[in-house]
Every structure is written in C-alpha cells, then in structure tokens.
C-alpha cells in the first residue's frame, strides 16, 4: 500500500470554480502535512501547510482530518494560473517526507 | 540566493554507461534529499543526509545506485552502470534543521537511459 495515495485526476474546470483534491495517508504516525505544487516540467515548491485546526491562504484552504487520514485542499475562484500538478506530502520524522503521485488541474477560460 | 543548483539539467546517456548528477544546496541548510520522479511512481526519497552524513538511503533502489556528500555545499548521486528503467527526473532539495521545514528543490535533471 503507498504512503500517500491521491486521485490523479485530471481536473478540468471552468475559470471562477471551486475545486477540492483530497489525498489519504496510511500512516497513522505521521507528523506534518503539506500541499506543493508542480508546474509542468518544473520542479515541486511549496503551496501551504497542512494544521490540524485548518488553515487558509486567500483563495486556498487545508484541512485535516487526522481520525480519517486524510487531507484536502480547495481552491476558489479558480485562475488559468491554477493550472498545476498539487502533490500531497505527509511527513513521518521531522524532515522526512512522502510525496503523492500529485492531481492534475487543468483551468480552462 | 541561487537556490538549490543541479547540474546537468539533462543527460542523455547509453546503458551501461555510469552517470554522476551533482547538487549544491542552499547555503545554510543542514539536510539534503535526492528524489527520483516518473510518470507511474511519483516522485520517490532516494536517500537524505544531514549534516553530510546519509540518514536513509532505504529509497536507494539497488547497488547500482550511490550518493555521496562530501562537505556542506555538495552532494553527488552516481549510477553505475546505468539501465534505461533509471530514465526518471532527479531532484535533489535541502532544508533546515529542527523541521519539519519546507524543502527546496532543485531544477532537476532529466535522465534518459538508452
């Protein structure tokens, strides 16, 4: 079983749509979360972190559900700009990550 | 600051040839981390060091497959002899101590194995 598993979509969807990825983790040690985001043929950099109590960042909100394993991301009011790969990272020791095979979103005007 | 530096950005080599990918990380920053990328896996830890000394290597995926960090501001991943199932993206990232932090990645390089 993977670490981290996440739907690998793609996403489609219209400019000014709200989309949600979820990502579920086997480990039930683990210690942090994130979102990171890859352009294409770019390398992965950081989007948010992942707090248990939820957190947002304009138009990007991450939540956490620690009983279920799972962590979301929702993107309003979706721009061209958006288009990307989202990797899910879940970390078990303090510097030590695993990485989604990532979703692909796809924002068409 | 330049960030994290790889070199080369791409190697195009034949199988059975050995391949050496190098990294500079972020000045100041005490752990560095070699990732491999492809379609059907994602991007996979290969090994980590901290304070130049390897912590994991359990990603390593056989003998053929080694790093090196010989001081703070370098680290080398050699392949030896090359297979074309190791064409992939290599990246390599660093990052702070006492994270968890976020990690810094490199450009990569792409590596095709004919």
């Known amino acids: 079983r993977k670490e981290v598993e996440q739907d690998p979509g793609p996403f489609n969807v219209p400019e000014g749509a709200t989309v949600a990825f979820n990502c579920t983790y086997s480990?039930?040690?683990?210690?942090?979360f994130f979102w990171y985001r890859q352009d294409c043929r770019k390398e992965p950099k950081l989007l948010m972190s992942?707090?248990?109590s939820g957190n947002e960042d304009g138009r990007f909100t991450a939540q956490l559900n620690r009983a279920s394993q799972y962590i979301s991301l929702l993107i309003r009011d979706s721009k061209l700009s958006d288009s990307a790969t989202y990797l899910c990272?879940?970390?078990?020791?303090?510097?030590?990550?695993?990485f989604g095979t990532g979703t692909s979103l796809t924002v068409i005007p | 600051d330049a960030g994290v530096i790889q070199s080369p950005r791409h190697e195009v080599t034949e199988m059975g040839q050995e391949v050496t990918l190098r990294c500079k990380p972020i000045s100041g920053h005490d752990y560095l981390f070699w990732y491999r990328q492809t379609m059907m896996r994602g991007l996979e830890l290969l090994i980590y060091f901290n304070n130049n000394v390897p912590i994991d290597d359990s990603g390593m995926p056989e003998d053929r497959f080694s790093a090196k960090m010989p001081n703070a501001s370098f680290s080398t991943l050699k392949i030896q002899p090359s297979e074309p199932r190791d064409s992939a993206v290599y990246f390599c990232?660093?990052?702070?101590?006492?994270?968890?932090?976020?990690?810094?990645f490199g450009p990569g390089t792409r590596l095709t194995v004919l």
């Open positions: 990272v879940v970390g078990y020791r303090s510097n030590q990550f695993y």
């Open positions: 990232a660093s990052s702070l101590a006492g994270g968890p932090y976020e990690q810094f």
């Open positions: 992942v707090y248990s």
């Open positions: 480990n039930s040690a683990s210690q942090s």
